[in-house]
């Protein structure tokens, strides 16, 4: 079983709508939790750390729940720009170590 | 905005030649980390410096691959001889000493022919 699990996608949506990822991870000792967006043939780029309270960037919204181990990701009012692969990233331990789950593929479509 | 440097940024090489790639961490990060991707797959650790040591280098095969940041600045990853699997993205991070969050070069795309 992989450690970071998430649907591959793709996700396919039109302008404007909203989509939600969801990521689970398997070692409940994980300590924080990321997600990276990643644009085709260019290095991942973080997007925002996932904190317990959940938080909000923009249309942005990140949750964890550790009960669960599960992550998600909210996208309001997706724009063309969105379009880009999203990475749940996990960190395990203490050596500071991130766990990259496969990533989901998002498209928006006009 | 200070960024993690990488050269190459692509590299076409026959099998059983020797690649080098190198990365220039962001200035003042103590950790560095050395990634491979594979398309359609999330980075995989294959080592990890603190300074000039490393940390973890459970995932690098050590029978081809080696890894090297002697000034605990930048770094130099080794593959000799190459072989047709290790065609990937090569990508190199580094964070700040105690920080969680990590900064990625561009990447090196390797093809191995």
């Known amino acids: 079983r992989k450690e970071v699990e998430q649907d591959p996608g793709p996700f396919n949506v039109p302008e404007g709508a909203t989509v939600a990822f969801n990521c689970t991870y398997s070692n409940s000792a994980s300590q924080s939790f990321f997600w990276y967006r990643q644009d085709c043939r260019k290095e991942p780029k973080l997007l925002m750390s996932v904190y317990s309270s959940g938080n909000e960037d923009g249309r942005f919204t990140a949750q964890l729940n550790r009960a669960s181990q599960y992550i998600s990701l909210l996208i309001r009012d997706s724009k063309l720009s969105d379009s880009a692969t999203y990475l749940c990233?996990?960190?395990?331990?203490?050596?500071?170590?991130?766990?990259f789950g496969s990533g989901t593929q998002l498209t928006v479509l006009p | 905005e200070a960024e993690v440097a990488q050269s190459p940024r692509y590299k076409i090489t026959e099998k059983s030649q020797a690649v080098a790639f190198w990365c220039d961490p962001i200035?003042?990060?103590?950790?560095l980390y050395w990634y491979r991707q594979i398309l359609g797959q999330g980075p995989e650790l294959l080592v990890q410096?603190?300074?000039?040591?490393?940390?973890?280098d459970s995932q690098l095969p050590k029978d081809r691959f080696s890894a090297e940041r002697l000034k605990g600045v930048d770094s130099t990853l080794k593959i000799q001889p190459a072989e047709l699997g290790d065609s990937a993205m090569y990508l190199c991070a580094s964070s700040f000493q105690g920080l969680d969050e990590q900064y990625f070069g561009p990447g090196t795309r390797l093809t191995v022919t």
């Open positions: 410096f603190q300074d000039e040591s490393v940390v973890d």
């Open positions: 990233v996990v960190n395990e331990g203490s050596a500071r170590q991130l766990t």
């Open positions: 200035s003042g990060h103590a950790t």
